[in-house]
């Protein structure tokens, strides 16, 4: 089992830099593809970036260019960056993993944090 318990999440202005942090327990992440989801009030969940095992990242097309996924497996912690944050990042984001290799569909990860609220004013 891991435990995976995200943070960094909070009320932020439109235009500012925003770091989420997911930190893992258990066992180490190093065999784990990590992935990043949310979902906004009355939408469903979606993907918003994941990393493989080997570091390989992925994109939803709505997010490229704006999100980026790192992991340090040392730390046992992943993260996800955002320059500048705009009112339709408003949602919970979570952070999830699998074995190894990224997919998009939520009900390919076993393991879940509760997720942290981000909300962007204008």
């Known amino acids: 089992q891991v435990l995976l318990v995200e943070s960094g999440g909070g009320l932020e202005q439109a235009g500012d830099p925003l770091r989420l942090s997911c930190a893992a327990s258990g066992r180490t992440i190093d065999d784990y593809a990590m992935a990043w989801f949310r979902q906004a009030p009355g939408k469903e969940r979606e993907f918003v970036a994941g990393i493989s095992h080997k570091s390989s990242t992925y994109f939803a097309d709505s997010m490229r260019g704006r999100f980026t996924i790192s992991r340090d497996n040392a730390k046992r912690t992943v993260y996800l960056q955002i320059v500048s944050l705009r009112p339709e990042d408003t949602a919970v984001y979570y952070c999830?993993?699998?074995?190894?290799?990224?997919?998009?569909?939520?009900?390919?990860?076993?393991?879940w944090g509760q997720g942290t609220q981000v909300t962007v004013s204008s």
């Open positions: 999830a993993a699998r074995n190894k290799f990224v997919t998009m569909k939520p009900d390919d990860y076993i393991y």
